[in-house]
């Protein structure tokens, strides 16, 4: 069975500090690793990683894919009170219409 | 109106009423689909459409029932539903066939309590 773990399940943090969130994968037909931001509905995209060891940054967000490993995590750093939310991880898979795999999700709060 | 759509936002209903969910997409996508989000469980994939037709049904109970019209309107029919069934519903849509993008574009949700 396809299935993606992300963890920790939760973390608190203060303000400042640097974060780093993991995922891993079992699946089968990988085509990328997605994330997203979640803060209240919505999950918005931040980033989409099919080659290993290629970082792709945004401001503060970064994040790298290591297929070997099977895995991925992100990096937050100077971390801010509008950082907190639940951060998805999910894999795309090489089917005919793009089937997303989910993990459960990181939930942060980043406080003052 | 851009992005995805999702109504109502909010939505209390007793175990036999029917309602109905919407969703409407403005990118132009040929994909839409139906999620379910439980508290500390992962989405779970309900209805795919791809070109309007369904492609993926995920052993979801009969008493959700979709409808996909067109490709930018996507429904999801409830009747006699149960209360472990209150969770938010997510509607996304994509491209298939893009080969650089694997993601969707989620609408806002509609939380759902069943009493």
């Known amino acids: 069975e396809d299935k993606v773990v992300q963890s920790p399940l939760s973390l608190v943090v203060h303000e400042g500090d640097t974060v780093t969130l993991n995922c891993s994968y079992e699946v089968t037909n990988f085509r990328s690793l997605l994330w997203y931001k979640q803060e209240k509905k919505a999950p918005t995209f931040l980033f989409m990683l099919?080659?290993?060891?290629i970082e792709k940054k945004s401001g503060r967000l970064s994040s790298i894919l290591d297929k070997k490993e099977l895995s991925s995590i992100l990096n937050i750093t100077a971390t801010q009170t509008g950082d907190s939310a639940i951060y998805l991880c999910a894999v795309a898979m090489n089917t005919g219409f793009q089937k997303l795999v989910f993990g459960t999700g990181t939930r942060l709060l980043v406080s003052p | 109106e851009t992005g995805v759509t999702q109504t109502p936002r909010h939505l209390v209903m007793g175990m036999t009423n029917k309602k109905s969910l919407k969703c409407e997409q403005h990118?132009?996508?040929?994909?839409m689909y139906w999620y379910k989000q439980s508290a500390k469980k992962p989405l779970e994939l309900m209805f795919v459409y791809s070109l309007e037709e369904r492609v993926e049904n995920n052993s979801v109970p009969s008493r959700f029932s979709p409808e996909c019209p067109n490709s930018s309107h996507l429904f999801l029919h409830l009747h006699t539903l149960q209360p472990e069934d209150s969770a938010l519903y997510l509607c996304?849509?994509?491209?298939?066939?893009?080969?650089?993008?694997?993601?969707?574009?989620f609408g806002s949700g509609t939380r759902l309590t069943v009493v």
């Open positions: 990118l132009g996508h040929n994909a």
């Open positions: 099919t080659s290993s060891g």
């Open positions: 996304a849509s994509s491209q298939v066939g893009q080969t650089s993008y694997g993601g969707y574009t």
